[in-house]
């Protein structure tokens, strides 16, 4: 992907760096190249690998990452982009970082959101690719960003910000298969992954129960995710990435935080394609259900409106401990997944004026290319506990459908998914169909309400290789397709999850350079893939992706107007 002049370029800067010559960065705004300087030191490999500090000058102040001479990539983790939530800043909007003096080290990881220790659905065997290295705690000091960016980068790279997975509640951007090294390397691209504040720290709406110093609690995570593309529109161009050219991209809760995005006026400008991956979401809380939220973490924390000021005095570990006892009573039901549950964003009438995409498309979202869509059986990672699920015959498979779609509905959703899925046994088959319904159905509605006539582009995916982990009885389940992104597939985390391998590495090469593609262009283009097509509401294209890809219906249509209209009622919209 690279051209001869961007090859000769990189060499040029590579040879002044060993040399010892520095090619000082620019400010933002202005064209940048990085440059290396230091000795080449040992790898915890047998060969030496260039690990050299880079310096950059941010709005702030100068940051110090590291470039590691075997990939041609600089990256910095841990920068500061607002401050700490402690104190008076526990429940207020993200507070501007004061200019530091010297030198700021970005070699480590900063703190993760404070979070329960839990996993949201218990631990799987893909959890330890969604690990962060050992010093990383949740903390306070946790509104940072990572930065990977190649070698010579000149200010015109496109940027990739990645919004971690975890649901409302949980996550990092610092977790193993998230690290955007390979991504830079492979696409020139710089790649950008963000904490924000999670939970009750970042959804407890105070503004109307409180009032007064908590006017602006809504939203807090959101506005954490403005500020840190604030951030990059104002610095990325100093670490070569171009501030008009930014794509939003995020999986599971991340597509929940990217379709958000996708409805806050404020954020518009900030960015310039989306991607949705497996994390569909259509509507927010209305106030009064945020206000029960809000009223049941007072009560738990023990504060009412007339002793307001203790929830500055409150510790991270208080707060996070009080939304524990508030989710414990509002769980996320699985009979209308995707719907506001516990903490979530609220319609605050400010920052969040409408659903974002319940009934309409939200007019911010609408000049977006966007990339949606979903792995072939998200839910076998959710269904963990239910053993009998991954050993169906065909008897228990109709038992299953009958059960949970009603009898009358059970036949033609059988003969549709036997027709479409031949090569699926019956538990694959059972999962393929409640995966469509609890979430494919939601993709839909997205889909058909921004391809409307004056819209930017959709395009719709499925990712359907199946991991042969597990011996195979995961299928192509929720988290699947991040390593393939992130180019990680044989790393030691993506092998976790892929199982290494030519053909995985093959894959991955073809999806990173699809998305890759897709933030240069709006377009989502790459070697190994048939043509692209723009996904409508009547042909419903979709790239269903794997060793080999094909151009087929994202659902069968009428399979999406039955479950939507089964989930919209469980969820009490008809």
């Given at each position: 992907m690279h051209n001869r002049s961007n090859m000769s370029r990189r060499s040029f800067l590579r040879s002044s760096a060993v040399a010892g010559v520095t090619i000082g960065s620019l400010m933002?705004?202005?064209?940048?190249?990085?440059?290396?300087?230091?000795?080449?030191?040992p790898s915890e490999n047998t060969e030496a690998t260039e690990i050299m500090t880079s310096t950059v000058t941010t709005s702030k102040g100068i940051?110090?990452?590291?470039?590691?001479?075997?990939?041609?990539?600089?990256?910095?983790?841990?920068?500061?982009?607002?401050?700490?939530?402690?104190?008076?800043?526990r429940f207020a909007p993200p507070q501007p970082v004061e200019p530091w003096t010297g030198v700021l080290q970005a070699e480590r990881y900063a703190d993760s959101s404070p979070q329960q220790v839990s996993e949201l659905t218990g631990t799987t065997p893909v959890s330890s690719a969604f690990r962060a290295p050992e010093y990383v705690k949740p903390g306070d000091d946790c509104l940072a960003l990572n930065i990977w960016t190649p070698d010579g980068a000149d200010g015109s790279l496109p940027v990739m910000v990645w919004l971690h997975?975890?649901?409302?509640?949980?996550?990092?951007?610092?977790?193993?298969?998230?690290?955007?090294?390979?991504?830079?390397?492979?696409?020139?691209?710089?790649?950008?992954?963000?904490?924000?504040?999670?939970?009750?720290?970042?959804?407890?709406?105070f503004s109307r129960i409180l009032g007064g110093e908590f006017a602006e609690s809504s939203n807090l995570g959101v506005r954490d995710m403005i500020a840190a593309l604030e951030w990059v529109r104002d610095n990325i161009a100093a670490f070569g990435g171009n501030p008009d050219l930014v794509t939003i991209f995020g999986e599971s809760g991340g597509?929940?935080?990217?379709?958000?995005?996708?409805?806050?006026?404020?954020?518009?400008?900030?960015?310039?394609?989306?991607?949705?991956?497996?994390?569909?979401?259509?509507?927010?809380?209305?106030?009064?259900?945020?206000?029960?939220?809000a009223t049941a973490v007072l009560s738990?924390?023990?504060?009412?409106?007339?002793?307001?000021?203790?929830?500055?005095?409150?510790?991270a570990e208080e707060v996070v401990a009080a939304e524990a006892r508030v989710l414990a009573g509002m769980p996320m039901t699985m009979g209308a997944p995707g719907f506001p549950t516990g903490f979530w964003p609220v319609i605050d009438g400010t920052l969040i004026p409408n659903h974002v995409f319940d009934v309409n498309a939200a007019p911010s979202s609408l000049d977006v290319p966007l990339l949606i869509g979903q792995n072939g059986t998200e839910f076998t990672l959710f269904m963990l506990g239910d053993q009998a699920a991954y050993s169906l015959d065909d008897a228990g498979l109709d038992s299953r459908v009958a059960g949970a779609f009603g009898q009358d509905a059970a036949p033609q959703i059988l003969d549709a998914y036997r027709r479409d899925f031949p090569d699926y046994?019956?538990?694959?088959?059972?999962?393929?169909?409640?995966?469509?319904?609890?979430?494919?159905?939601?993709?839909?509605?997205?889909?058909?309400?921004?391809?409307?006539?004056?819209a930017a582009p959709v395009y719709a995916y499925r990712f359907d290789w199946q991991t042969p982990i597990l011996d195979g009885k995961l299928y192509s389940p929720h988290t699947i397709e991040i390593p393939f992104v992130f180019d990680n597939a044989t790393?030691?985390?993506g092998i976790v999850m892929t199982g290494g391998g030519t053909e995985a590495a093959a894959l991955a090469e073809r999806v990173s350079s699809a998305w890759v593609a897709f933030a240069r262009t709006g377009t989502p283009t790459a070697d190994g893939l048939p043509e692209w097509p723009a996904y409508s509401q009547d042909g419903r294209a979709s790239m269903h992706i794997d060793v080999t890809s094909r151009v087929a219906p994202y659902m069968d249509p009428a399979m999406v107007e039955l479950f939507h209209n089964m989930l919209w009622t469980q969820a009490g919209l008809h």
């Open positions: 933002s705004g202005c064209t940048a190249m990085i440059a290396p300087t230091g000795n080449t030191i940051v110090a990452g590291q470039f590691n001479g075997s990939t041609g990539v600089h990256s910095f983790k841990g920068i500061p982009y607002a401050q700490s939530i402690a104190g008076r800043n997975g975890g649901g409302w509640v949980s996550g990092s951007g610092s977790d193993f298969i998230y690290d955007g090294e390979n991504l830079a390397a492979r696409g020139d691209v710089v790649i950008v992954t963000i904490n924000h504040r999670l939970g009750a720290s970042g959804l407890t709406d597509g929940w935080k990217v379709s958000t995005m996708l409805g806050v006026p404020a954020a518009k400008g900030l960015f310039h394609r989306a991607i949705v991956e497996s994390g569909p979401l259509t509507r927010f809380m209305t106030p009064d259900q945020a206000d029960e939220v738990e924390l023990g504060v009412t409106p007339d002793t307001a000021a203790k929830l500055y005095d409150l510790s046994d019956p538990s694959g088959l059972w999962f393929r169909i409640y995966s469509d319904y609890a979430m494919g159905t939601l993709s839909s509605e997205i889909m058909d309400v921004r391809s409307v006539a004056g790393t030691e985390a």
